[in-house]
C-alpha cells in the first residue's frame, strides 16, 4: 500500500498521541480529527501500516510501559495500573495476565529477581564453565604444558585438572555426576 508522505506523518503522529498517558485519553474518533481523517479511515491506514489496530496499539504501549514500571520496582502494582491510565485494577491485573502471562505482582516479583547491582551479572546467566573457573585459586590458572596432576579444592569437591568425565554446569550437579578417581 502506497502513501503520501504527509498521510504517513500524520498517522505517526497519530500513534505518539495513542501512546501517551492523559488523565483523560483521546478518543478514536478526537485523534481522528485530529490528523483530518475520517475514523473509519484511520482505523484501515492505521492497522496496514503498523500491523494493529489503534485501540491494540494503545494497550500495547500501556502494557509494555507497566512492565517497565513493575521492572524498576518503585510502584506498586496499584500504583502502576493508575500511572499507565487503567482506571480498574481488577481489569488491568487481568489484561496483563491474559497478554504477558503473569500477573503484575508476579512480573514484578520475577524482574526483580533478574535486576543486580549495575556492573554484574546474577550467577544464573553466566556459563557453567564461567561459575566453576570462578571456584579456582589463582594457581589454577598457569601454562598447561607446566600443569601436572594438581588437586584443587572447590566449594562442590575436590578436582584433578583435566578431568572431563563432567559435563554439568551447576556445581552441585558436578558434585552429583562425577565420579570420584
Known sequence: MLLRQDAFSRLCRARGLLGEVRERPLSIKEIAQEIRMSPFHFIRQFEAVFGLTPHQFRIRSRLDQAKYLLAAGQY?????????????????????????????????????????????????LFPGCLSLMGCLPSSAFRNFREAHALH??????????????????????????????
Open 76 to 124: 506498586s502494582v496499584t500504583e502502576v495500573c493508575m500511572e499507565v491510565g487503567m482506571s480498574s485494577l481488577g481489569s488491568f491485573s487481568d489484561l496483563f495476565a491474559r497478554r504477558v502471562g503473569a500477573t503484575p505482582s508476579a512480573y514484578q516479583h520475577r524482574s526483580r529477581a533478574m535486576v543486580q547491582v549495575p556492573g554484574t551479572l546474577p550467577r544464573d
Open 152 to 181: 584443587v579444592p572447590l566449594e562442590c569437591g575436590e578436582v584433578t585438572q583435566g578431568d572431563s568425565r563432567c559435563e554439568s554446569s551447576s556445581p552441585a550437579l558436578w558434585s552429583m555426576t562425577r565420579t570420584r578417581p
